[in-house]
């Protein structure tokens, strides 16, 4: 009885009846990852405005220290959204 009822509801199912309810759904979520990625960038683009500020009235010790963060801030970044977005793709293509 149990199985009969998952086989129904399986065949029934609104996803399966329409696909593109799917894909709205990875295109949002591509959407708020992308808007994500941005917020994250934001700050790496900030302390490049920084440093450029700081290179005229600190060492270049500090400067340097500021680079290696706004760079790692920045990479990391964009490592995690490029997985982000081949993850979004597999997934979709996967359900398509």
């Not at 009969?4 to 399966?16: D, G, K, L, Q």
């Not at 500020?53 to 500021?66: F, H, N, P, Q």
Request: proline share 3%; charged share 20%; hydrophobic share 55%.
């Amino acid at each position: 009885m149990h199985n009969e009822v998952n086989r129904r509801a399986a065949a029934v199912s609104p996803a399966s009846s329409r696909p593109w309810v799917d894909l709205l759904g990875r295109a949002t979520e591509f959407l708020v990852g992308s808007i994500l990625f941005a917020f994250i960038a934001i700050p790496a683009v900030l302390l490049d405005w920084a440093v450029r500020i700081a290179e005229a009235y600190t060492s270049r010790v500090i400067v340097y220290g500021l680079k290696g963060g706004e760079y790692a801030v920045f990479g990391t970044d964009f490592v995690l959204f490029v997985i982000f977005l081949l993850k979004t793709a597999i997934r979709t293509a996967k359900r398509l």
